[in-house]
């Protein structure tokens, strides 16, 4: 089950699109020489949220992913292709979806790997508690009771619980799984943070967008999920990754720190500290 949450949001509703039904649902996946993973995973996506919308973001894959899903977009009215030029980051990949599906009237906005890591069957789990307005964000979670990963080595494991144990440290969050990618977000939300100021270019990028949410005052809670490996294709991570994400941590610890100084009174500021002893 998912984690309490506080309510009721400070995050103010948008009115929902969806005229007198569910919410708009849209599911981001973004690719990058994803062709043998693209079809089978926007089926699997329908057959599991077939209220869903899917937007696929590719960027330029020379493997022919783009023109795949340009194909299974003209068969499926449900589903969207945005075309970039060059591979440019996970995070500038997501950005540029966030514009594209709230310019397209989304409620409900779900972020999802299309190698099939994050499994569909927890895609229910993830917008239930919106759905409910118990939360404005939703973590897929390896790390609370019920998440797993059954096929990481210890080494693996310890890479990816220390960097969330030293993201959530340095930034004040009590959250216990900040890198995973599996989220789904309430439109209000994204609103909320300035798209503009988003830095990270990689996986980090999932650090600092529940950062900013959290800052904008939305409530966010963790609901567990398995993370399997991916079906298909090779994986994208490496140790630039796992440097970029730890500058980013502690750079946005220092400008928040600066951000809380600047809103400080003046005669905040002036005064003295009051010795210890």
Known sequence: MPSAAPSPSPIAAAPSTAAHGSPRV???????????????????ILATVPQANI??????????????????????????VLHRQ????????????????????????????ADFSHPVRFLPSLLEPLAADRADLVLGS??????QIPRWNI??????????VFAGVVLLMPYRDLTGGFK???????????LDRLHAGGYAFQIETTFRARLAGARIV????TFEERRAGKSKMSMSIFSEAFLLVLGLR??????????????ALEQPAERPF
């Open 254 to 267: 220092v400008k928040n720190l600066q951000r809380r100084r600047r809103a400080l009174p003046p005669e």
């Open 55 to 80: 937007l696929i973001v590719d960027d330029g894959s020379p493997d022919g992913t783009g023109s795949l899903a340009d194909e299974l977009a003209r068969k499926l009215p449900q589903i969207a």
């Open 142 to 147: 390896r790390y609370v009771k019920g998440g």
């Open 184 to 194: 789904a977000f309430s439109a209000p939300v994204l609103r909320s943070i300035d």
């Open 26 to 44: 849209w599911i981001i996946v973004p690719t990058y020489n994803e062709r043998e993973n693209v079809g089978p995973i926007t089926e699997a």
């Open 222 to 225: 963790e609901t567990p999920i």
């Open 86 to 113: 060059s591979k440019q980051g996970l995070g500038r990949a997501y950005v540029a979806a966030y514009r594209d599906v709230l310019a397209r009237g989304a409620d409900v906005v779900v972020q999802i790997d």
């Open 155 to 164: 080494l693996r494991r310890i890479v990816s619980r220390g960097g969330s």
